[in-house]
């Protein structure tokens, strides 16, 4: 499975979570409002939309190219112009905002950061430690442990990295929110969902019950049959 953001939906949900950084959230979301306007039906793809997007432009897309297109057959064109509208708005803030009016370098600096921060979370859950009288562990657990993730739908295993949210470290006993990234998602492609609830384990011992809070990898999220 792909480990860089390739859907408009990943990336919606990691932008929505992630505050670290407003101005490049503000330009992820123009670009995500120009991808949401536009006409074709099922736009996911990140990459199929630039593509299309400099098609109707023109190569390289400038301020200058978006504002002919927006004079020329608006009837037939609509959506497409309110989306190439969002685009040159994303331009003239990158402008200000971090001196930047090349529109590929625009989408590289707003996919390099949200890669990054990608990097750490597939889904964000809820944890409980068991305390060590109940079978948990006997010493705290740092952030950035990696112990095994067990979902009650298979008996394959994967290691997954916690990045606790506001803590440090956790001790037996306490609950605490965490991101969560597994090392192979390709195993549980179109599987999980909000409020599924997991086990950490460090070998056959289980040391904490997990609850899925929010999928922001769309390849894991399960899908209505």
């Known amino acids: 499975m792909d480990r860089e953001i390739t859907t408009f939906r ?3 949900n990691i932008v929505d979570f992630e505050n670290e950084n407003v101005e490049i959230k503000q330009l992820a979301e123009l670009f995500l409002t120009a991808m949401n306007d536009w006409d074709s039906n099922n736009q996911t793809n990140i990459f199929e939309y630039i593509t299309k997007l400099r098609k109707f432009v023109g190569s390289p897309i400038t301020l200058k190219k978006i504002e002919v297109k927006s004079k020329t057959n608006i009837l037939n064109n609509a959506c497409k112009i309110e989306s190439t509208t969002s685009i040159a708005e994303m331009i003239k803030n990158a402008e200000q905002k971090i001196q930047e009016n090349d529109f590929d370098k625009i989408i ?3 996919l390099n950061y949200y890669n990054s921060k990608f990097e750490e979370i597939d889904f964000l859950a809820e944890l409980q430690y068991l305390t060590t009288e109940n079978g948990g562990r006997n010493s705290y657990a740092l952030s950035g442990y990696r112990p095994q993730v067990k979902f009650p739908f298979s008996e394959m295993t994967t290691s997954g990295q916690q990045i606790f949210i506001n803590k440090e470290y956790v001790f037996p006993g306490d609950n605490v929110e965490a991101k969560i990234k597994i090392l192979s998602p390709e195993l549980f492609q179109n599987m999980l969902y909000e409020n599924l609830d997991f086990e950490m384990r460090e070998g056959a011992k289980i040391v ?7 999928i922001i990898n769309e390849n894991l999220q399960k899908t209505c049959s």
Do not use: N
Request: aromatic share 0%; charged share 25%.
């Open 108 to 110: 590289t600096q707003i």
């Open 10 to 12: 990943t990336l919606e």
């Open 208 to 214: 904490a019950i997990g609850k899925i809070t929010k």
